[in-house]
T-cell receptor, first 112, second 111 residues
Framework: NAGVTQTPKFRVLKTGQSMTLLCAQDMNHEYMYWYRQDPGMGLRLIHYSVGEGTTAKGEVPDGYNVSRLKKQNFLLGLESAAPSQTSVYFC???????????FGDGTRLSIL | GDSVTQMEGPVTLSEEAFLTINCTYTATGYPSLFWYVQYPGEGLQLLLKATKADDKGSNKGFEATYRKETTSFHLEKGSVQVSDSAVYFCALKTNAGKSTFGDGTTLTVKP
């Protein structure tokens, strides 16, 4: 039972490079989320999706784009990486409504 | 907008001590409330939840009660163990699916 799987687990980028983080869930959940976690700042919501083909901005969306072409996948893109985007990124999914979220193990991203 | 405020940490306790981590929230409507726990190098795991006023969530000796009148959801445990050392997050989630987390409280339990 895989749950929520994030790919890759670690990545180092140079400023200006682009990359895509992949999140896959096998629980048939409607909702999916991308967060970043920085020391002393908890989890901040970047973007989220309430269903296939839909996306919405969270608290800190600037510099990121997302897509939810398939229900089980939620992609987070960085078009031109900046050092301020160095962080640990977590994906989560949940059933519809007010049910709890299930989290992946995170992607540690460093931008030099 | 919605917000969650947790007591600032870090918190250091001796084994078998009583734990309280305060959490208050502001939200429109009637959100569900959660406590998540994060161990080093891992993602967050659900610890307990409450979906309406006066509900008590409990798990592994931890408890929290949804208090609408004080907009609070404080986490308590009567006797902590070394294995409880982790970061604890309070969170709310609305029926529309949007979720807001507190900044987290680091708990260290010493033998």
């Amino acid at each position: 039972n895989a749950g929520v799987t994030q790919t890759p687990k670690f990545r180092v980028l140079k400023t200006g490079q682009s990359m895509t983080l992949l999140c896959a869930q096998d629980m048939n959940h409607e909702y999916m989320y991308w967060y970043r976690q920085d020391p002393g700042m908890g989890l901040r919501l970047i973007h989220y999706s309430v269903g296939e083909g839909t996306t919405a901005k969270g608290e800190v969306p600037d510099g990121y784009n997302v897509s939810r072409l398939k229900k089980q996948n939620f992609l987070l893109g960085l078009e031109s990486a900046a050092p301020s985007q160095t962080s640990v990124y977590f994906c989560a999914s949940s059933p519809w409504g007010n049910q709890p979220q299930h989290f992946g193990d995170g992607t540690r991203l460093s931008i030099l | 907008g919605d917000s969650v405020t947790q007591m600032e940490g870090p918190v250091t306790l001796s084994e078998e001590a009583f734990l309280t981590i305060n959490c208050t929230y502001t939200a429109t409507g009637y959100p569900s409330l959660f406590w998540y726990v994060q161990y080093p190098g891992e993602g967050l795991q659900l610890l307990l939840k409450a979906t309406k006023a006066d509900d008590k969530g409990s798990n592994k000796g931890f408890e929290a009660t949804y208090r609408k009148e004080t907009t609070s959801f404080h986490l308590e445990k009567g006797s902590v163990q070394v294995s409880d050392s982790a970061v604890y997050f309070c969170a709310l989630k609305t029926n529309a699916g949007k979720s807001t987390f507190g900044d987290g409280t680091t708990l260290t339990v010493k033998p």
